[in-house]
């Protein structure tokens, strides 16, 4: 059994079924406990273990359906709505969970119906550890449940005890106005989301896919041959129920669920949206070496997400009409080899400040074709943020003829400017901005960097000298 401190005692927390065979339940102190059973076993309730336990089993559920969430500190809820066909019926899928949680060796109770309050009063109130409610018949599955199968505050459902409402079927006898009237809204709302009457959703803990399709294989495989053929046969799948519709999805996820329990997933990205499954396993190919199939995968699944419409592409009759002077899928095998933040194009915008005057966009994204003056010249790599220098100028609107960057003195020997930028002041926030001059320096030893005073002289606060980037 789990304890944990409560006020002055250590107390019981949970129990499994032989100790509950005993006599023993939560609340009972464990001085009690020992003293009734003396050889009982007290193990220290460590929640955030357990937190991260029910996390990989949720994860692993996805094997089921990818809407999964968690519910409580001891359950999940899976919505499993056209999913089921996949092994034959609702039956079957029950099975197969009960048959893996036997196998992990998981004590449990599951319940399958219509709606997500009914499935939930079944799993943990109701008869048999699992069960599925049939169609349209919630409220039967519900009567003979006591009030905390709705879902009720524990004070609630103290005070339905005391006035004699012990079951769900006392209160659907009530009518509804008095029933909300003396309790509050929560009651007649729980009762209509387990009976169906008001909609009730559930927020899964991936992004649910926009398209998938799934292998479950007769014997765990382990082989990379075996892994290959499996993903080579699940993207032509998925790429030939998408080609009527002309879209494709630009990110893929690959989950293998192995023997065990544990969880793989390789994830891959495209510039844009393809359909190529030869092209689409060379991207998993790199990355497959980092499977660990251990005692082997069950079942394996690909997912798609951000699903675009193809683009129709020019083609080069001259050769044989492949597609001339395509750039995307270098750029997908470079993003996803070296990170997806790591491959990008830059914009113009409508700014003349530094900073703001391009943004990244992703490699192959469209945009509008700016006709904005060409600046002057600017510096090959800009600082993520300017920072602060020493500096020391003859005259005001000089350049300066040394300056102190990150504690290293540099000694002025050519310069330019100074090439003045007002602020925007009309956005937001820039009202108070300072004027700065920017100017192009040359050091001692030859290195280019580009300064600017921020301010004006005679002005307060004071200028201050910054250093935003190098040349060359």
Request: proline letters at 8%; one cysteine or more.
């Amino acid at each position: 059994m789990l304890a944990a401190q409560a006020g002055n005692r250590l107390e019981i927390q949970a129990v499994n079924l032989a100790a509950r065979a005993l006599g023993l339940k939560p609340g009972v102190a464990v001085a009690d406990a020992r003293a009734w059973v003396p050889q009982v076993i007290v193990v220290a309730l460590d929640p955030a273990a357990d937190a991260a336990d029910l996390k990989r089993l949720a994860d692993w559920t996805t094997r089921f359906s990818p809407l999964v969430t968690i519910d409580g500190a001891d359950g999940l809820m899976l919505d499993i709505a056209g999913c089921a066909h996949l092994w034959g019926s609702e039956a079957r899928m029950l099975a197969d969970l009960d048959r893996h949680m036997r196998a992990f060796g998981l004590t449990h109770r599951s319940a399958i119906a219509d709606t997500i309050g009914a499935a939930w009063a079944a799993a943990r109130f109701g008869a048999g550890s699992n069960q599925i409610v049939p169609h349209g018949q919630q409220k039967i599955a519900l009567l003979d449940l006591p009030p905390p199968a709705l879902r009720l505050p524990e004070e609630l459902c103290a005070q339905l005890q005391r006035l004699g409402l012990k079951r769900v079927a006392d209160l659907c006898a009530l009518p509804r106005a008095a029933l909300a009237r003396r309790f509050g809204a929560v009651v007649m709302d729980r009762l209509d989301q387990a009976l169906g009457r008001q909609d009730e959703t559930l927020s899964p803990l991936l992004p649910p896919p926009q398209c998938y399709v799934r292998m479950d294989f007769a014997e765990p495989i382990t082989q990379r041959a075996d892994i290959d053929r499996a993903l080579d046969l699940l993207l032509k799948r998925l790429t030939e129920a998408l080609g009527p519709h002309e879209s494709g999805p630009r990110k893929l996820d690959l989950s293998c669920y192995r023997l065990d329990g544990e969880t793989q997933r390789l994830s891959i990205g495209t510039a844009r949206a393809s359909l190529d499954a030869a092209h689409l396993f060379r991207l998993f190919e790199e990355k497959l070496d980092l499977l660990r199939p251990d005692d082997g995968f069950e079942a394996m699944r690909l997912s798609g997400r951000e699903m675009e419409k193809l683009r129709a592409q020019q083609r080069d009759f001259e050769a044989g009409g492949a597609v001339s002077h395509d750039l995307a899928p270098l750029i997908d095998r470079l993003s996803n080899r070296l990170g997806e933040d790591a491959v990008h194009r830059f914009e113009t915008r409508e700014s003349h400040i530094p900073e703001r005057a391009v943004r990244r966009l992703p490699p192959l994204a469209e945009s509008p074709r700016l006709h904005w003056p060409k600046a002057s010249q600017r510096p090959v790599r800009l600082l993520p943020h300017p920072e602060p220098i020493e500096a020391v100028a003859p005259i005001p609107d000089d350049p300066p003829v040394q300056f102190r960057w990150r504690h290293v003195l540099h000694r002025v020997r050519a310069a330019e400017g100074p090439e003045r930028i007002a602020p925007e002041w009309w956005l937001p926030g820039e009202e108070d901005a300072e004027i700065r001059d920017y100017y192009r320096v040359e050091d001692a030893e030859g290195r280019r960097f580009w300064l600017y005073r921020a301010g004006l002289y005679q002005a307060t606060p004071a200028p201050r000298w910054f250093l935003h980037g190098m040349f060359g």
